[in-house]
Each structure stands twice: as structure tokens, then as C-alpha cells.
């Protein structure tokens, strides 16, 4: 009930309680608040979107009233809704709703997965990536595979294949790691390539017997299409928005901290405006738009308590997954290659060019100059830098920036809360200037899991030792915050649910609980730790630790409730973690799913 009616009704009668009713209650839970002042409870009172009380079921049943909707939990286990920081909202919705190819490398899968997204998607709509083959050597889960490479033999696809099931979708797949791309007939068409068509310097058009394309494209031939795809209709994006809106609900998220683009952020309007929001999402544009927008006075946490603008996003250097992470020293299995930057980075950076990394391919040395010029324009917007860097290298590149500009503008030891994204490789050197520079390191502990089973075999051991090196950051001083990092990488899946993070973290196993003693064990995170990761660090690093990260009076009603004691099979067996379902995720006092039980 509305605070001010139940006031108003209790003004006029004798006798009526003294306090307002509650519209939500929760009752018989086992409740982690992850507030310090008062660490356990048993209820929940919830009035509006707020919290108004915490306590015992006697205690918050007394907040029941005519119109309150009584939830009994029956046991189950509550912790404050999770707080994601860093997922690919617009790639996980095109993953979800177009065609996900991660596990296909032969044909009737192929087939089969392009004819089922083709049936999910309007007709004329493209169907994109794809990432076929990635499993082809990593089996999901698995300890590994055979060493780098390719295998012989590699599955690849053509477009008699799909043309038959495709005749009102154009489709341009790639392979994971984007060294083929498929086009079907309508794509070629689209295109304007036939047989007669000679494929551009560093391209290659696949022909058959006859001359005829395959629809096979490498290289610089990919431009062709990719230059004829119209950008995504409304309604697919809006789509797609919803598909991740229902994989947070499921997996009890309540905040999504996303890389934005103007077009994102038209849908996340446009699905609030309609009711349909059922995550907070907060809003990161690429830096380079701060040339724009700072003379717009958008500053930090611009927005209201659905959308919210809380930093720019930006990029050092590549990543693990294809190698182009940017290292002191060569790669292992790959000794010409040092990793590369990103083309932010340059000062002839084009705005748009950030995510791009075909452009700064050539360069291994490089002037830092352009990151270091927009995030000197940030500084007086507050919006909060929060910048990739992976490598070795890229981290200590981001480090000696952050640590100038910080130092200039007499910031180092205000409440700036810059975000280092990933910190993936640190070097032993570097460790302690996260403390000293007082910054957030994003992590994604879901990369232990997978990147595990490769790591050693390309930065070897010793490197490695400073790769998802979570205690040492945090001894070091790092506030730690986690995400998922979903979609994942081009080679794996990363969901939204956070257990998969959480129990990396834990165990540093791979799904398979691979190697039983956990990788580099001594970086293990304790289940306290990664759940406050998950959600009061990472609402504080975006300056909302007013409002979310623990179940206290007076902050947002964000809850998720489980059928598992994460904190509990978290500490004694935490390969549970991966079983554990959620029974109910709660935000703004809203019951945004339920479970049927
Ligand atoms: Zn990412």
C-alpha cells in the first residue's frame, strides 16, 4: 500500500496499527542480507519498490495487512537480487533469438540450428554469427583438448546446405573464430557476388568445380556482405532485449551493467515505457562519445533507478580468447605475436572505431595519447572510466594512464571508483598499484573456468600465475566486482545465472571439478567474498550502495531467492552451485519470476 493511503486510513480510525501495511512479504526464508549490521534474518516487508523492514516472520508479519501479497518461502534461501556488471546485452539477445552454432561442426546441426532461428525471425531479417566449430576442440566443460591449432579436417559448411531452409533469410554465419564466413543465396545476392565477381586484395570468394560461390568468404571478401547488412529492425532488438530480460530473471539478476549504444538504449526506453523491464540496466557508452556528451551535462548516474548512465566504456587491447591480449612477451604458442591494441587507443581513432579491432592489427607500439585525451575530457562529467585491458602489458599500459590522469586532476585518493575491466594478466609488479590507485578491477571469474584449459599452453605457467589472480587483487587492495561477461567469448557460452561465476570463483575448477585441487588454488575467492562481488561491491562501484547490494531497510526491493544455500554448498560441496535453481527473483517489489515448485 501506498504510504501515504495507509497513513490516511489509519488517521481516521482508533486502534489501527501503527504502521503502514506492506504490499510484499516474505516470510520463513533463510535470509542473506549481506548487511554487516544485521547479517541474517528470516522476513522481508516490502512497500512499493523499498524494503521497510528485515527481521523475524513475527516481526515482519506484522506488516501484513488487507492488500498484501504474502510470499511463505518455506526454507528457501535469499540473497539481494545479483548485480552483474559487465554483460554484452545487444550479442547475448542476438545469440538467444538468432542462431547459436557454438557446439555445431557437422552438417545436420548446422542445418537444423539455421532452420530453427530462421522460424524464430521475421522474414527478411539477417541471421549473423553464428561462431560454429567452437566446440569442436573444447568440449564444453571439458579439461582440454589437443594443443592449439586446428584439427584437420575442419567442418566446413556451404550454402547447398541452407539455401533450401533459408529462402526468405539472408544469412551470413562465421566460424568462431571468424576465419570463414558463410553466405546463403540471399546474402550473395544482397552482396551483388556471383561467379563473375573477382574477390578483393586479401579475400577470398570460395568457388565450387564450376566456378560458382560456395558462399565460403575469408578474408577481405567478408567486407562485401558486412557492408549490405541493414542495421537490426526495432522490433528484433526489442526481441532480443527481452530474451536477456528473461535469462536475469531466471537466474535471479536484478542489474545488468552493459556497454550501451544509442539504438540499445532506445529499446531499454521503449520495453520500460511498455512496463517490461524487469532488470535495472546500467548504461556505459564507448568513451569516445565523451567529445558529445560532456557538453550535454551527462554526468555520473544520470537516469533514474531503471536506466542509469554510470560510466564510458573502453578498450586497451585484445583478449585471451584469439590471442590478441597485449603481452610483455610473445605468446607461447605463437612467438611473432605480442597481442594488439585497440584502435581508441590511437590518436587517429575514428569515433565508432573503438570495438573494431581489424584497424590496429599493424600496430605493436603505439602512442597512448587518445585514451589518455578522452579521459581527461571525463574527469569533469564523473562519469566513470571503466576501461578494458586483459593482458599483461595492456593492464600496466591502462595503469601508468589512469595513475597520470588520477595524479594530475589530485584524484588519486578521492572517492573516484575508475574501473579496471577484466585485469585478466597482471604482472607481479603491477599488483599493488590497484591498491594504491584505489581502483575497482571488473572481473569475469567465469573465465577461470574456461580460460583454465588453456591458459598455460599459451602464456605458460608463470604468467599465469598473475591470470585471474582474484586474491592477490583483492589483497592488493582492488575492490572487486563481478560479471558474467555473457555472451561469453567466441568459443564459449557464458550465462547470466551468476552461479557459474560464483563457483569459479569458489573452486576454480572447470565444470568438469578439473583439477580437484583448483587452478593456481591459492586464488581462491571464499563464497562471502564472491557473493558481495556479485552484488554490494559491484552496486557500490557504481555508486548505488545507497540503493542495492544488501537487503536492508530503505533500499530497492532487488531480491532473488534460491532452492540452494549458495553460502552453505558454496563452503562444503560447491559443484551443488551449478544445480542450484532460483525459486523466485523479486525487483522493485515486483515478483518478476516465479518458479513453479
Ligand atoms: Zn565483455
Same mark, same amino acid.
Given at each position: 500500500m501506498n504510504r501515504l493511503r495507509a497513513f490516511l486510513l489509519c488517521a481516521g480510525l482508533a486502534g489501527c496499527a501503527s504502521r503502514d501495511a506492506a504490499d510484499l512479504i516474505l516470510v520463513n526464508g533463510n535470509?542473506?542480507?549481506?548487511?554487516?549490521?544485521?547479517?541474517?534474518?528470516?522476513?522481508?516487508?516490502?512497500?512499493?519498490e523499498w524494503i521497510v523492514a528485515v527481521g523475524s516472520n513475527a516481526e /515482519?508479519?506484522?506488516?501484513?495487512?488487507?492488500?498484501?501479497?504474502?510470499?511463505?518461502?518455506?526454507?528457501?534461501?535469499?540473497?539481494?537480487?545479483?548485480?552483474?556488471?559487465?554483460?554484452?546485452?545487444?550479442?547475448?539477445?542476438a545469440l538467444l533469438t538468432g542462431a547459436n552454432l557454438l557446439d555445431v561442426h557437422q552438417a545436420g546441426l548446422f542445418v537444423e540450428r539455421i532452420k530453427g532461428a530462421a522460424a524464430r525471425l521475421p522474414a527478411g531479417s539477417w541471421i549473423t554469427r553464428g561462431d560454429w566449430g567452437a566446440y569442436e576442440q573444447w568440449a564444453a566443460g571439458s579439461a582440454g583438448g589437443p594443443a592449439g591449432g586446428r584439427s584437420a579436417g575442419r567442418f566446413t559448411p556451404s550454402r547447398d546446405l541452407i539455401d533450401s531452409v533459408t529462402p526468405e533469410h539472408p544469412v551470413f554465419v562465421r566460424s568462431f573464430d571468424g576465419a570463414m564466413y558463410l553466405a546463403n543465396a540471399r546474402a550473395l545476392e544482397a552482396a551483388g557476388i556471383d561467379a563473375r565477381t573477382r574477390a578483393?586484395?586479401?579475400?577470398?570468394?570460395?568457388?565450387?568445380?564450376?566456378?560458382?560461390?560456395?558462399?565460403?568468404?575469408?578474408?577481405a571478401a567478408v567486407s562485401l556482405v558486412e557492408r549490405?547488412?541493414?542495421? /537490426?529492425?526495432?522490433?528484433?532488438?526489442?526481441?532480443?532485449?527481452?530474451?536477456?530480460?528473461?535469462?536475469?530473471?531466471?537466474?535471479?539478476?536484478?542489474?545488468?551493467?552493459?556497454?550501451?549504444?544509442?539504438?540499445?538504449?532506445?529499446?531499454?526506453?521503449?520495453?520500460?515505457?511498455?512496463?517490461?523491464?524487469?532488470?535495472? &540496466?546500467?548504461?556505459?557508452?564507448?568513451?569516445?562519445?565523451?567529445?558529445?556528451?560532456?557538453?550535454?551535462?551527462?554526468?555520473?548516474?544520470?537516469?533514474?533507478?531503471?536506466?542509469?548512465? &554510470?560510466?564510458?566504456?573502453?578498450?586497451?587491447?585484445? /583478449?585471451?580468447?584469439?590471442?590478441?591480449?597485449?603481452?610483455?612477451?610473445?605468446?607461447?604458442?605463437?612467438?611473432?605475436?605480442?597481442?594488439?591494441?585497440?584502435?581508441?587507443?590511437?590518436?587517429?581513432?575514428?569515433?565508432?572505431?573503438?570495438?573494431?579491432?581489424?584497424?590496429?592489427?599493424?600496430?605493436?607500439?603505439?602512442?597512448?595519447?587518445?585514451?589518455?585525451?578522452?579521459?581527461?575530457?571525463?574527469?569533469?562529467?564523473?562519469?566513470?572510466?571503466?576501461?578494458?585491458? /586483459?593482458?599483461?602489458?595492456g593492464v600496466r599500459l591502462l595503469l601508468d594512464i589512469y595513475e597520470r590522469v588520477l595524479t594530475e586532476r589530485g584524484l588519486v585518493d578521492s572517492d573516484h571508483r575508475w574501473r579496471v575491466i577484466h585485469a585478466q594478466v597482471v604482472h607481479p609488479n603491477d599488483m599493488r598499484r590497484f591498491g594504491q590507485l584505489r581502483l575497482v578491477?571488473?572481473?569475469?571469474?567465469y573465465h577461470v573456468s574456461d580460460d583454465m584449459r588453456w591458459?598455460?599452453?599459451?602464456?605458460?605457467?608463470?604468467?599465469?600465475?598473475?591470470?585471474?589472480?582474484?586474491?592477490?587483487?583483492?589483497?592488493?587492495?582492488?575492490?572487486?566486482?563481478?560479471?558474467?561477461?555473457?555472451?561469453?567469448?567466441?568459443?564459449?557460452?557464458?550465462?547470466l545465472s551468476p552461479v557459474y561465476g560464483l563457483y569459479a570463483a569458489v573452486t576454480r575448477q572447470t565444470l568438469k571439478g578439473e583439477p580437484a585441487e583448483g587452478w593456481f588454488p591459492a586464488q581462491r575467492l571464499t563464497m562471502e567474498e564472491a557473493i558481495e562481488a556479485y552484488t554490494k561491491t559491484s552496486a557500490w562501484?557504481?555508486?548505488?550502495?545507497?540503493?542495492?547490494?544488501?537487503?536492508?531497510?530503505?533500499?530497492?526491493a532487488d531480491i532473488a531467492v534460491f532452492d540452494t544455500d549458495l553460502m552453505d554448498v558454496g563452503r562444503s560441496q560447491p559443484a551443488r552451485l551449478l544445480e542450484a535453481r532460483t525459486l523466485y527473483t523479486v525487483v522493485g517489489g515486483r515478483v518478476v519470476f516465479q518458479r513453479g515448485r
Open positions: 535470509v542473506y542480507t549481506m548487511d554487516s549490521a544485521q547479517p541474517r534474518a528470516q522476513a522481508i516487508a516490502v512497500d512499493g /515482519i508479519r506484522r506488516y501484513a495487512g488487507a492488500g498484501t501479497r504474502t510470499v511463505d518461502l518455506d526454507g528457501a534461501h535469499v540473497f539481494p537480487g545479483f548485480n552483474d556488471a559487465h554483460v554484452h546485452i545487444q550479442a547475448t539477445g578483393p586484395q586479401g579475400g577470398t570468394i570460395e568457388r565450387d568445380g564450376a566456378g560458382r560461390p560456395t558462399g565460403i568468404l575469408r578474408g549490405v547488412i541493414p542495421p /537490426i529492425p526495432f522490433d528484433q532488438r526489442l526481441a532480443q532485449v527481452r530474451a536477456v530480460l528473461q535469462e536475469a530473471r531466471e537466474g535471479g539478476v536484478t542489474t545488468i551493467q552493459d556497454l550501451t549504444t544509442a539504438e540499445q538504449l532506445q529499446a531499454y526506453r521503449e520495453l520500460q515505457r511498455r512496463g517490461e523491464l524487469t532488470a535495472r &540496466i546500467l548504461l556505459r557508452p564507448s568513451l569516445d562519445n565523451v567529445v558529445h556528451t560532456a557538453g550535454l551535462g551527462l554526468t555520473q548516474g544520470f537516469g533514474d533507478h531503471w536506466l542509469r548512465f &554510470i560510466g564510458y566504456k573502453a578498450w586497451v587491447d585484445g /583478449i585471451m580468447g584469439n590471442s590478441s591480449a597485449m603481452f610483455f612477451r610473445p605468446y607461447d604458442h605463437d612467438p611473432a605475436n605480442k597481442g594488439l591494441v585497440r584502435p581508441i587507443m590511437l590518436p587517429e581513432a575514428r569515433p565508432g572505431a573503438a570495438m573494431s579491432m581489424t584497424e590496429s592489427q599493424k600496430y605493436t607500439d603505439f602512442g597512448v595519447g587518445n585514451l589518455e585525451r578522452l579521459l581527461n575530457l571525463a574527469v569533469p562529467t564523473a562519469l566513470t572510466p571503466h576501461v578494458h585491458a /586483459i593482458g599483461d602489458k578491477a571488473e572481473v569475469n571469474p591458459m598455460e599452453e599459451r602464456i605458460g605457467a608463470e604468467r599465469s600465475k598473475g591470470a585471474y589472480a582474484f586474491r592477490d587483487l583483492k589483497n592488493a587492495g582492488a575492490v572487486l566486482i563481478f560479471g558474467s561477461d555473457s555472451p561469453g567469448t567466441n568459443a564459449a557460452r557464458y550465462y562501484a557504481s555508486f548505488e550502495e545507497g540503493i542495492k547490494g544488501t537487503l536492508s531497510v530503505g533500499k530497492l
